[in-house]
């Protein structure tokens, strides 16, 4: 069990500060089995998948999920939040998860790019290869063709491979392999917000946030920037 700060008062505003690397998130769950009638398994799989990959960007430090089993006749809310059914057999998000970890295990987050409006991408280090996740942030949206360039592997969000080095993107993540050191996704990625993209904020409160530039190219990178809000 990890034990956490004691808060600290400030006026009316209690503050518990955590370092980056002890931030978690709790309550991941996938809910067809209490609610069929507003979800279905394969959207439970997708969104909380890239779940995982933005609060491994993110820096989170663990994501857990919310229950092992469902509940025999789930009436609630997370009386059909498990991994697994309550015949103990395993949800299909199990496979996905399995898929994340066996191809991200030890990932540290390099940046993030937009194929296509409507679209997102993270790029990660793992060892010593680049690996990219993206997605369509809407399933209603056309999907969008992506190249993600010679040599790239690409799989589905159950780690199924997939043919050649274009895909196109869902709801569900693809990943891709081997990214070349030169791709134009990477060139993207060299552009962050600096600051934690987990915020701990309360209303009236204000919030520092910088963007950085690390180029990893052999070439030199030049963009404009532009903030709207």
Request: hydrophobic share 45%; charged share 20%.
């Amino acid at each position: 069990m990890k034990s956490i700060p004691r808060p600290k008062v400030e006026g009316e505003v209690i503050i518990v500060a955590l370092p980056p690397d002890e931030q978690w998130t709790a309550d991941m769950t996938a809910i067809v089995s209490a609610f069929p009638e507003i979800t279905h398994w394969e959207l439970d799989n997708e969104y909380d998948l890239n779940a995982y990959v933005m609060h491994m960007a993110a820096g989170i430090a663990k994501s857990f999920w919310f229950w092992h089993f469902d509940s025999k006749e789930p009436k609630a809310f997370f009386d059909g939040c498990g991994l697994m059914t309550a015949k103990r057999e395993a949800k299909p998000v199990m496979a996905t998860l399995a898929a994340l970890t066996s191809i991200l295990p030890l990932p540290e987050y390099v940046g993030s790019f937009q194929p296509a409006p409507g679209t997102m991408g993270m790029v990660f280090r793992q060892n010593d290869k680049l690996v990219a996740s993206a997605w369509m942030i809407r399933g209603e949206t056309t999907s969008v063709e992506v190249d993600f360039g010679i040599g790239a592997k690409l799989y589905d969000h159950y780690g199924n491979p997939l043919p050649g080095s274009k895909a196109c993107l869902s709801i569900a993540p693809v990943y891709a392999t081997d990214i070349a050191e030169n791709s134009p996704w990477l060139r993207q990625a060299a552009y962050a917000i600096a600051s934690h993209d987990l915020q701990q904020a309360s209303i009236g409160e204000t919030a520092r946030v910088v963007v950085s530039g690390t180029n990893r190219l052999d070439t030199l990178v030049i963009a404009e920037h532009f903030f709207s809000g």
